[in-house]
Structures are given as C-alpha cells and as structure tokens.
C-alpha cells in the first residue's frame, strides 16, 4: 500500500486527555493511509491477545452515534495511549511506514513534554475563558501582567493605592488626556457644521 505524504502536525496526532498523551484509531488510520475497519480488526485481535491488565490501561473504546443515510448507528473507534499506539503499529512495515511510526512517537513526545511542563507544581498559567450559554466557547493562556476587567470597575482599580505603578499612571494619564482632546475636536467640529 502506498502511504500518503504526512500532512498532519504533531499537535493533529496527538492529544492530551488529562494526565496522559493519547491519539485515536481514527488519526492512525488516516495517518497510515489505511482503512478504519482494517485498524478496528487489528485492534480487536489485540484485546482478544494480549492481557487485559495492558488493553485496559492502553485502548478505550468509545461510540460515537452517527447518521448513515436513513439510519442512526454507533461508530466504534478507539483512543490509545503512546505504549498502545506502539502495540498496534509494530506489524506496520516498510520504510514509509517506518517514517510515520518515528513521526508519531516525536508528537507522543512532544505531547508529553507539553504535558510535563504545564504539570510542574512549581509553575501555573492564567487563562482567560469565554463562555457562552454556559458552555467554554474559547480559552488562551494570559501574562501576568496582563489584566481583565470590566469598564465599570476600571475606574476603580485605577484609584486603587499601589496597583499601578506611577510610570503607569503617567501613562494612562496621558492616553486618557489625548483621547478627551480627541472626542472635544470632533464635538466642536460637530457644532460648527451642525
């Protein structure tokens, strides 16, 4: 079988899923260039094999309930961690293939240092979360010297002792200063044409 140029990033193969790295079936298959049931098959020889203490701690299962034509079905596909991935990938041969596998195990290394970095007790991030009908519609990572406030309470924390530093009073005074300069000229000039 002829595999396809790798056109997926390393972020694109692999996820962090709480506290481990993971990827699923359905990326390998696409990946590999290979049908999803031919990996499916290959997995269910896998649990029926291997011991379950490693298929427990390595795949998961999931549905997916999915319209096909007329008809509701459930698609089966499976997550698996960086040792599963291994598992099912040793019979993959070839030398392409041979450079898909090195692709993947740099994103599961990746994935993982990423994951070992944001895991340090040492180090935190602040986040900055949008919410829609209660649901997270968007998140980024925010500094901190960044800060978030509403308009109404902005006055206030301005006026607060010691939260900003003089240099930055000077400056937002001088933003301030500018921008009332600013609305004045167009309200004269309002009033002059009007």
């Known amino acids: 079988m002829n595999l396809q140029q790798p056109k997926n ?3 694109q193969l692999v996820f962090i899923n709480g506290q481990q790295t993971i ?6 298959a696409d990946y590999f260039a290979k049908r999803h049931c031919d990996v499916l098959r290959k997995l269910d020889q896998i649990l029926i094999e291997a011991p379950s203490e490693f298929t427990s701690t390595h795949f998961c299962v999931n549905l997916q ?3 096909v034509g007329n008809n509701q079905r459930d698609l089966r596909h499976y997550q698996m961690t960086k040792d599963g991935f291994m598992f099912l990938v ?3 041969t070839g030398a392409k293939a041979a450079e898909l596998k090195i692709n993947f195990i740099n994103a599961f290394n990746e994935a993982q240092a990423r994951l070992s970095r944001t895991q340090s007790p040492f180090e935190r991030q602040r986040m900055l979360f949008t919410w829609e009908g209660g649901k997270i519609v968007s998140s980024q990572p925010i500094d901190d010297d960044q800060f978030v406030t509403r308009r109404d309470k902005l006055v206030n924390y301005i006026r607060e002792p010691r939260f900003l530093s003089l240099e930055q009073l000077i400056e937002i005074s001088e933003a301030a200063n500018q921008q009332i300069a600013c609305i004045a000229r167009i309200g004269r000039e309002q009033a002059r044409l009007g």
Do not use: D, E, H, Y
């Open 9 to 11: 990033t390393p972020a």
């Open 23 to 28: 990827t699923s079936s359905l990326i390998v």
């Open 65 to 67: 309930n999915q319209k």
């Open 90 to 92: 040793m019979g993959f």
